[in-house]
């Protein structure tokens, strides 16, 4: 069996403490499964790039993914929310709940480090990941978890204790210079190795999972291997999440980096090709409602004005009147006429349940985008 690394006894407890990067004694195989999933993986995750190449305005589509990601890591840790809460929440009087302000933080949190990665030339570092978790737990929401820094206590996970808190900047500085030397294998396969080391130094007090996760689409970008944050690995992990946790743990008791490869890459190409297809058919619902809007007599003399409605709907797509008005830069009576249509056609819901300052859902969208594929 490899060895992967060694335990630390202090007092009753005895934490683990994993080997450097890669794997060694023997080295990772890449046997015939690694390989051929390792083609489909690089495959889907090449024709998810031409598709978001082709899509007209990356914005909304990266806004929309970037939040599935942000539900999907989110539940996997427990913390559970809606679509419809996150895209309420801007237009909400009331604070958010815990959950949702966690998971509007995972969004806050990929966009600072990729600011630091794409804007600032930042590589992928202590310093890159101390600032996503520290926008991970800001707002009031995880205090405890000291954000920003690494953990100074120590900390138990399932069967796991994890290296004692002196250990961990010297881990973690190890793991930052794998992340960005040149190595003998694939970028994509080294991604998953670093997933799993990350996890069992698991640095933080809080919020390791979510970071993990974060990290495999941050080093997709940073390798060339993913354009744009459209991929939600978190949907496959979620899916199987207890072989997920089983193959993590597999790596350290028995030394089974390529079960973890294999679980991986699965993941990286059933999250590549759902998205593709969400991809596709968000493309075509916007295609036919345009084609409706044209055509629809109720709709001809607002037809200009009610295009750039509808695709703010794509990027909002719960509304009111007075965002709508304020968003397209026209008269609220102007926007109070196209909702109202929108709704007699079908293409927005209202909530019944507001007396005041109403909500409109563009549900046929939100459904499409929580659609189970497989």
């Given at each position: ?66 939040i599935k990601e942000a539900l999907l890591s989110s539940a996997i840790e427990g913390i559970h929310t809606t679509l419809i ?113 990350f996890e069992t130094i698991h640095p933080f007090l809080d919020g390791n999972g979510r970071i993990g996760r974060l990290l ?100 909002q797509p719960v509304v009111t009147i007075s965002e709508v008005s304020r968003r397209i830069n026209k008269a609220y009576n ?41």
């Amino acid at each position: 069996m490899r060895h992967t690394g060694k335990y630390q006894k202090l007092g009753n407890i005895s934490s683990f403490i994993p080997d450097p990067l890669p794997p060694i004694d023997p080295p990772l195989a890449l046997t015939p499964e690694i390989t051929n999933l390792y083609g489909q993986a690089s495959f889907n995750l090449g024709q998810l790039n031409e598709m978001a190449q082709r899509v007209p305005d990356q914005k909304r589509f990266i806004k929309a993914y970037v939040i599935k990601e942000a539900l999907l890591s989110s539940a996997i840790e427990g913390i559970h929310t809606t679509l419809i809460d996150i895209f309420t929440q801007p237009l909400s009087e009331i604070a958010p709940s815990k959950e949702t302000q966690l998971v509007l933080n995972y969004t806050q949190s990929l966009e600072v480090a990729l600011n630091l990665l794409q804007k600032e030339g930042l590589p992928i570092s202590s310093r890159l990941i101390l600032a996503a978790h520290q926008a991970l737990m800001s707002g009031g929401v995880g205090e405890k978890a000291n954000p920003g820094n690494y953990r100074k206590q120590a900390v138990r996970v399932g069967d796991l204790v994890p290296p004692s808190a002196e250990k961990i900047p010297d881990l973690m500085n190890a793991l930052e210079q794998y992340i960005n030397q040149d190595s003998d294998l694939p970028t994509l396969i080294r991604i998953g190795l670093v997933h799993v080391q990350f996890e069992t130094i698991h640095p933080f007090l809080d919020g390791n999972g979510r970071i993990g996760r974060l990290l495999i689409v941050l080093m997709l970008i940073d390798g060339d291997l993913l354009k744009t944050p459209i991929l939600y690995p978190s949907y496959y992990f979620k899916k199987n999440h207890l072989e997920y946790y089983q193959r993590l743990d597999r790596v350290r008791t028995h030394g089974d980096f390529e079960g973890w490869i294999v679980y991986y890459l699965k993941a990286i190409a059933a999250s590549a090709a759902d998205a593709q297809h969400r991809a596709k058919e968000i493309e075509s619902l916007e295609s036919e409602l345009k084609e409706f809007i044209q055509a629809d007599p109720r709709l001809t003399p607002l037809q200009e004005n009610a295009l750039l409605v509808l695709t703010l709907l794509f990027q909002q797509p719960v509304v009111t009147i007075s965002e709508v008005s304020r968003r397209i830069n026209k008269a609220y009576n102007t926007a109070s006429n196209i909702i109202t249509q929108f709704v007699a056609t079908g293409i927005l819901i209202e909530d019944k349940e507001k007396k005041r300052n109403k909500m409109y859902r563009f549900d046929t969208y939100l459904k499409l985008l929580e659609k189970e594929y497989e």
